[in-house]
């Protein structure tokens, strides 16, 4: 519903209010992917979102447009107006108001500074034309929001590029809009980046992006991973291992190194995650796998806190990265279920090295690399825990740092190469 | 007529030329399912029966399916000529490997009549010749059936002879399946007869009076008519080897004993057959009671132990009894093999540093329901694992000498009265934890990785998809508490039906409807709290939590979440929550009432911000401030503008949204505070589940809620949780009910739950739901969002399944008490934790969450 509370030669107030059907919205189509928790107690019928854009969409076509009937003339001229939307579902911070209006002319009201909400009123003043003040905020609302309540496909490149015509192209943070816009789906955000501007896509997502990931970010300038992937392989390559069990192979990083080894007859990642381990599968291409290669590498769901007469007879497990994931008083089953039941003649486990974490800039005091992770050891305390389990289960053990060394707080990550006594 | 009787489950071959009759002959003596035949499966693999061509691939299908079905053990028939000899030895190996008696039925007919029969067949014109050829295989093999390993061999000549024959089937000699006992299942005796009388008669046995050193068998029986059955190894290392024969054979005789053979009663027959054997391991004492003996009890005793069994198969299989134990899948079964591990155990052939045989562990993995009981091994105590039991307690030794009654599965003990002889490896020394705990720290994820079938004791047996359980094993061992303290996992409550009309979504009417309609009157009503679901399992102190639950870590009990989950982070906090708990159960006297020293209480823990947090941040207090704020800058706009058409409309409207995400506030922040402290907690527990021994879902809410009624004086943390009981049968019990929710849920309360008093209830349909939720008006404006009373949401509102969520309660109830069960008989943590799995792997099911 649209009405004028106030009209005068001086102001006038427009007010759209836009009621959405509370019920429909859960029981219709439009169910969102967040898990079954965000169908029933969501903002969706109260904040201005994307349904905010699709409404302005069909009712001010013409004003977007630059057009009036009757008034063309106003119409076409910049005039001063004062823009509230109230409630707006903001997805970041104060900043990031200003990152997207400032630039375009506009003077922020409100929120204020002090903002901890994440629903707030947005007033904004700026002197220009109505059909551009209304396609910022068909662009803009949901990009605070960083959601959208349909698919969106390539058709919506072309929306997005009509609505910012003549100003996305200039906008400072024009990556941030289109990814937002765009639902973070790359590929049309840089077909989209490209019509922009024929610009090239950029290498790394600054903010936001669902495929962060903490700690390759912190460790990415020193190629940490590789080193440890090499590190490992290495030490298998030297202990003429032929078979190898990855506990905890994620999405088979180490796999795909290992898979180049000649030597290595047999290759077994294990995870817990049913969805890692799909990804595991497309990325090692097993499905195109023929029978050599299927019959030399497999993968198989399961779990380090628990035993698996499956892993009985390997020459050699691998714990790259993987102990810290798990809660310190599950690591017992971890041992148990390793070194008492398994028993490989070799166990290579790496984890981060806590000491090294004050080295790291971005992470605050205290914090661990990863939200995931349970727990990260200084050296000491992963020396001492290996040394036990190593002497309870008849092993010995050895350690290497992983990474450059810094003369007071280690190597970034480290290593312990745990080999069976008697075992060749 | 020839009457031959064969094995109800055997391997059956038909050997005989074409056109020798076979197929008819099967036809008429076994079903059709059970007669696998190489023409079928040529069909099926060639589209065409006589195809040779296809001969290779259809004897592989025939294979196939011979050995899965006697994998079931399931009587099979062969229905191929199986003229020749490596034809058949193929089939021989399969009765081998599936340890079923191989038994050949031969129909040797004449060449020339086969030939007729073939000739008046279709797609049979093969020449004279064919079953000629295989009347001369079969001839060459005829007589030695028997050597290549058939255990039964009939031969029928004629065609007369065929149609002669009648054939009925027995069950296998150690298929007891009919006896149930009871049992008094006794260990080794190795001659320590003093002991075994002392034991008989702490039993409850009579035996009758006899002389010492004499040839007369000894008599002796119970009078609740038990039977002793005897795991073998009857003599050799004790002082009283022939006493103890003598007794054994008595009552075997008289049928009050049973007795499977042991390795030592195996030897001790080489000898009484004059075969040369080493007198080793205590046989010489034996041989020198023995050789003072008549002839004829020698060849009494050695007839009394060619007669003994390799186990026995008992209680509708629910109980196995072999000298060495064994393993599930020989269970009753018959071959060599299945004798041999029944006697000796599973080997390597390698010898340990004592120069014992080094033994599998065939107990570790074992999963059968069936318990197994043996001797064989001495132990210094007899204890479960895995539902097997070792009852050798090295009474020659030294040690004692021990019997399990079953069902009761209790043991009875008596000490030797000397140490007869010394054994090669000390008896285990004392252990801190059972072998079922030691057993118990690691359980084995490829036990679950399957699609579960789980029998519940509540009259239904319930299935776990794969995906289903491969994400509850995902869960559980990313963020579960330690599996041995994870005993139950709580069911999902039903919603009350819906109120038909009316302002009201859910209302106590429905609810009392539902109840009474399914014939419940008796009935508890709790006031529902709105916290978190917290389980807390307390233990007397860290020394009764190692005992019972395995833990040596020095805690002394834990709390977690409905889905398994530590409730509290910080692992101190949790054990300074745990100790109060325990304090409280201390000065209530509650681990003298319940004769327990541990306990499971089901409870809700409030604050709700406490857990929910997050939730709250990132879902409730947006959705509650949205709303607000639109509503209010709805009407500040109206507020402003003069008569408009339409306005007053909207304006009334929005004044009911405010008002209704105000509301909505209020009622989450009833359930907020800042709980920093522990004293800031509220614990409201509301079920004893259990204690030492009993499972409390047989006991009425009302005792329930009065024990814990004790308990909630005790600690000011605790919060004693409102209840009534009701007759749904008084209309003023009925609207007192209504009353109270009135009340309750005007006050912000969340609304009550309705519980049959009985706890658990069957009716007609099955189970009647356990409890069913009331919520009220305003609490579900954080279910169903702050307008959801609006007349027309909530008409459609109204047309909500419940279907789907009573049947998950009913599962998940099923499920959490026969784990719970579980876990109180004593059963292994693998047949606990499956419970528990499962009730998280049902709650991976689509059901709308806002039930």
């Known amino acids: ?424 | 007529m020839t009457k031959i009787a064969i094995p109800d489950f055997a391997l059956v071959v038909l050997v005989g030329a074409t056109g020798s009759g076979k197929s008819s002959f099967a036809r008429k003596h076994f079903l059709e399912t059970e007669i696998v035949s190489s023409d079928a499966c040529r069909a099926i693999v060639s589209d065409d029966e006589t195809d040779l061509a296809a001969t290779g691939d259809a004897f592989d299908l025939l294979h196939y399916t011979a050995s899965i079905r006697l994998k079931r053990r399931l009587l099979t028939v062969i229905d191929a000529t199986s003229v020749k000899r490596e034809d058949r030895a193929k089939l021989v190996q399969l009765a081998r490997k599936y340890h079923a008696l191989p038994v050949a039925l031969v129909l040797d007919i004449d060449p020339q009549i086969c030939h007729e029969r073939n000739q008046d067949r279709p797609n049979r014109d093969f020449g004279e010749h064919v079953p000629r050829n295989h009347s001369r295989a079969l001839g060459r093999g005829l007589r030695g059936l028997q050597k290549e390993g058939f255990r039964q061999v009939q031969i029928m000549k004629s065609s007369e002879d065929v149609d002669a024959l009648e054939i009925s089937r027995e069950p296998l000699w150690t298929d007891n399946r009919t006896d149930h006992g009871p049992f008094d299942i006794i260990g080794d005796i190795h001659g320590c007869f003093d002991e075994l009388t002392e034991l008989m008669g702490e039993l409850g046995y009579q035996i009758d009076p006899f002389e010492a050193g004499c040839e007369d068998l000894i008599r002796a029986r119970h009078p609740e008519g038990r039977t002793a059955f005897f795991v073998g190894d009857i003599t050799d290392r004790g002082p009283r080897n022939l006493d103890a024969l003598r007794l054994v054979m008595g009552m075997c005789d008289e049928g009050s004993g049973r007795c499977v053979i042991g390795n030592h009663d195996f030897k001790l027959n080489k000898w009484l057959k004059g075969r040369n054997v080493t007198q080793a391991h205590g046989l010489d004492l034996t041989v020198a009671e023995l050789e003072k003996t008549s002839e004829a009890f020698r060849k009494q005793v050695s007839d009394f132990i060619w007669d003994l069994r390799s186990h026995a198969w008992l209680a509708d299989g629910n109980l196995v009894i072999a000298h060495a134990g064994l393993k599930e899948e020989l269970h009753g079964r018959g071959s060599s093999h299945v004798r041999n591990f029944a006697m000796f155990g599973e080997t390597t052939g390698e010898v340990d540093e004592f120069g014992l045989p080094v033994r599998l562990e065939w107990a570790r993995d074992y999963r059968g329901n069936a318990d197994v009981v043996f001797g064989h091994t001495p132990m210094a105590e007899a204890e479960w694992l895995n539902n097997t039991m070792c009852v050798d307690t090295g009474c020659a030794f030294g040690g004692k000498l021990t019997a399990l009654r079953w069902p009761e599965r209790e043991t009875v003990s008596v000490p030797a009265k000397a140490q007869y002889a010394i054994p090669a490896k000390p008896l285990d020394a004392d252990q801190s934890l059972s072998a079922q705990q030691d057993h118990d720290r690691l359980l084995y994820f490829d036990d679950y990785a399957t699609k579960m079938r789980i029998e519940t004791r509540f009259k239904s047996t319930l299935q776990i998809p794969e995906e289903n359980s491969l994400a509850a094993l995902e869960v559980m061992s990313r963020f579960a508490v330690d599996p041995r303290w994870l005993i139950y996992l709580p069911p999902t409550m039903a919603a009350c039906p819906t109120a038909p009309e009316g302002p009201f979504l859910e209302h106590p009417d429905q609810a009392m409807d539902h109840f009474a309609s399914r014939g419940v009157t008796d009935l508890v009503v709790e006031e529902k709290h709105m916290g978190s679901r917290a389980l807390l399992v307390l233990a007397k102190d860290a020394d009764a939590a190692q005992v019972r639950f395995g833990i040596e870590d020095g805690k002394a009990g834990v709390i977690y979440t409905r889905t398994g989950r530590p409730f509290f982070k910080d692992e101190t906090e949790e054990a300074a929550v745990v100790a109060r708990m325990r304090a409280a159960m201390q000065s209530a006297g509650l681990w003298q009432e319940l004769q327990s020293e541990w306990v499971l209480l089901d409870a809700e823990l409030m604050p709700w911000s406490a857990k929910a947090q997050d939730l709250l941040k990132r879902q409730y207090f947006p959705t509650m401030t949205a709303a607000k704020s639109s509503a209010s800058a709805l009407l500040e706009a109206i507020a402003t503008s003069g008569a408009i058409e339409g306005l007053d409309a909207l304006r009334a409207r929005a004044t009911n949204q405010l008002s209704n995400a105000e509301r909505m506030g209020q009622t989450i922040d009833g359930y907020c505070w800042a709980a920093d402290r522990i004293d800031e907690y509220r614990i409201a527990p509301f079920h004893i589940l259990a204690s030492e021994g009993k499972v409390h879902a047989d006991q009425p809410h009302t005792w329930h809620m009065e024990t814990l009624g004790k308990l909630a004086e005790a600690d000011p943390i605790l919060q004693m949780t409102g209840w009534k009981r009701v007759d749904l049968n008084s209309a003023a019990d009925r609207e007192a009910v209504v009353s109270w929710w009135m009340k309750h849920t005007g006050a912000g309360g969340e609304g009550l739950v309705l519980k049959p008093n009985a706890f658990t209830l069957r009716g007609d349909k099955g189970l009647i739901q356990p409890a069913m939720k009331v919520r009220g008006r305003d609490y579900l404006r954080i279910i169903y969002g702050p307008d959801y009373d609006f007349p027309e949401n909530i008409e459609r509102l109204r047309q909500r399944g419940l279907g789907r969520k009573f049947s998950l309660a009913e599962r998940e109830f099923k499920l959490g008490f026969e784990g719970l069960n579980r876990f109180v008989e004593g059963r292994p943590l693998s047949k606990v934790h499956e419970c528990a799995l499962a009730v998280l792997a049902l709650e991976s099911e689509p059901v709308d969450p806002r039930l």
């Open chain 1, 1 to 424: 519903m649209i009405f004028y509370p106030e009209r005068s030669q001086d102001r006038t107030t427009a007010v759209m209010h836009l009621d959405l059907d509370p019920v429909a919205l859960v029981r219709g189509k439009n169910q969102q992917s967040d898990g079954l928790l965000a169908q029933y107690v969501n903002d969706r019928p109260f904040v201005a979102s994307s349904f905010l854009s699709v409404a302005m969409g069909r009712v001010f076509a013409q004003t977007m447009a630059g057009k009036s009937k009757d008034r063309q003339d106003l119409a076409d001229r910049a005039l001063s107006f004062e823009v509230r939307v109230v409630p707006v579902a903001l997805s970041g911070d104060l900043d990031l108001v200003k990152r997207l209006f400032e630039p375009l002319g506009y003077t922020i009201l409100s929120p204020s500074e002090t903002i901890q909400e994440q629903v707030v009123d947005l007033r904004l003043s700026a002197t220009m034309r109505l059909a551009d003040i209304l396609r910022h905020i068909y662009v803009l609302v949901p990009v605070l929001d960083n959601f959208k309540h349909y698919y969106v496909s390539e058709e919506e490149i072309d929306k997005l590029l009509a609505k910012g015509d003549g100003w996305l192209s200039e906008h400072p943070d024009k990556e941030l809009i289109t990814r937002r816009a765009l639902k973070h789906r790359k590929s049309l955000m840089n077909m989209a980046l490209a019509r922009l501007e024929e610009a090239a896509p950029p290498d790394e997502a600054p903010e936001g992006a669902p495929k962060l990931r903490p700690e390759e970010q912190l460790e990415k300038p020193m190629r940490l991973h590789a080193l440890r992937l090499d590190a490992v392989a290495e030490v298998l390559r030297q202990n003429n291992i032929a078979s190898v069990l990855d506990l905890g192979c994620g999405e088979g990083r180490l796999m795909s190194r290992l898979i180049k080894e000649r030597g290595l007859a047999r290759i077994v990642g294990v995870d817990a995650s049913v969805r890692t381990l799909e990804a595991a599968h497309r990325k090692l291409r097993l499905h195109q796998a023929g029978d050599a290669m299927a019959k030399r590498v497999t993968l198989q769901m399961g779990s380090l806190t628990y035993g698996d007469r499956r892993w009985q007879g390997f020459d050699a497990a691998t714990l790259v990265e993987v102990i810290e994931h798990i809660e310190p008083h599950r690591l017992s089953a971890l041992v148990l279920s390793l070194f008492a039941d398994a028993r490989p003649g070799l166990v290579v486990m790496t984890t981060p090295n806590r000491e090294y974490n004050v080295l790291f800039e971005g992470l605050k005091d205290g914090k661990l690399r990863h939200p995931d992770h349970r727990f990260e050891w200084t050296r000491a305390e992963f020396e001492s825990w290996a040394d036990t389990v190593a002497g309870e289960h008849g092993y010995d053990v050895s350690f290497a740092p992983l990474g450059p060394v810094d003369d007071t707080h280690g190597s970034p990550s480290q290593m312990a190469v745990f080999k069976q006594k008697g075992v060749a």
